[in-house]
């Protein structure tokens, strides 16, 4: 295969990926959560596909799954101010998730990952809410989020996990993405 049919089929794989996610999203947003004394809360489940992108893309492209991810949700079914709660937090998830990824496998697995993921995520809305009310006192919700995030981070993760484990072709891009291909003369 040549450099730009890989090109081609790694392009093919983060639109599928982000056509997932959007669902995913879209889907989760009308799912009510059952849990009244934590309004606003729900499982995050389209990060099973950052968490995808982080063990099968480079850096870049990963980064450039979850924008795409989250402005096309935000288009279809948001507002700015969900956009603004949905950056921040995703941002700060995938930044985490990536700082966290690069200790090794020995030193932390996929689950656990994802479960900082959650944290971050929650840190991240809490902090634009903080911002927008002008008051720090909206900070007083994160022990309740904290827990619902790393909950939510867990069943994300083994979900994850699961996926890269019985899923033939997620194990094979693991690590043919993340080679550099060199490039061959047409």
């Given at each position: 295969m040549n450099y730009s049919s890989d090109k081609t089929r790694q392009y093919i794989y983060i639109s599928l990926l982000c056509?997932?996610?959007?669902?995913?999203?879209?889907?989760?947003?009308?799912?009510?959560?059952?849990?009244?004394?934590?309004?606003?809360?729900?499982?995050?489940?389209?990060?099973?596909?950052?968490?995808?992108?982080?063990?099968?893309?480079?850096?870049?492209?990963s980064f450039l799954l979850m924008m795409m991810r989250l402005i096309l949700t935000s288009l279809l079914g948001g507002t700015m101010?969900?956009?603004?709660?949905?950056?921040t937090g995703a941002g700060?998830?995938?930044?985490?998730?990536?700082?966290?990824?690069q200790l090794g496998n020995k030193h932390v697995s996929m689950i656990g990952i994802s479960a900082a993921g959650g944290i971050l995520f929650?840190?991240?809305?809490?902090?634009v809410a903080s911002w927008i009310a002008g008051s720090w006192t909206v900070m007083l919700y994160m022990p309740v989020l904290s827990f619902i995030g790393i909950l939510a981070g867990i069943a994300v993760g083994i979900i994850a996990n699961f996926l890269f484990e019985h899923v033939a072709t997620?194990?094979?891009?693991?690590?043919?993405?993340?080679?550099?291909?060199?490039?061959?003369?047409a």
């Amino acid at each position: 295969m040549n450099y730009s049919s890989d090109k081609t089929r790694q392009y093919i794989y983060i639109s599928l990926l982000c056509a997932q996610g959007v669902i995913i999203g879209l889907i989760e947003r009308m799912i009510p959560f059952p849990f009244a004394f934590a309004p606003g809360a729900k499982l995050g489940l389209a990060n099973i596909i950052t968490i995808l992108s982080l063990y099968t893309l480079p850096v870049s492209e990963s980064f450039l799954l979850m924008m795409m991810r989250l402005i096309l949700t935000s288009l279809l079914g948001g507002t700015m101010s969900t956009f603004l709660y949905s950056a921040t937090g995703a941002g700060l998830s995938w930044i985490g998730m990536l700082l966290i990824k690069q200790l090794g496998n020995k030193h932390v697995s996929m689950i656990g990952i994802s479960a900082a993921g959650g944290i971050l995520f929650n840190v991240g809305q809490l902090t634009v809410a903080s911002w927008i009310a002008g008051s720090w006192t909206v900070m007083l919700y994160m022990p309740v989020l904290s827990f619902i995030g790393i909950l939510a981070g867990i069943a994300v993760g083994i979900i994850a996990n699961f996926l890269f484990e019985h899923v033939a072709t997620l194990s094979r891009l693991r690590f043919e993405f993340k080679q550099p291909k060199k490039r061959t003369q047409a």
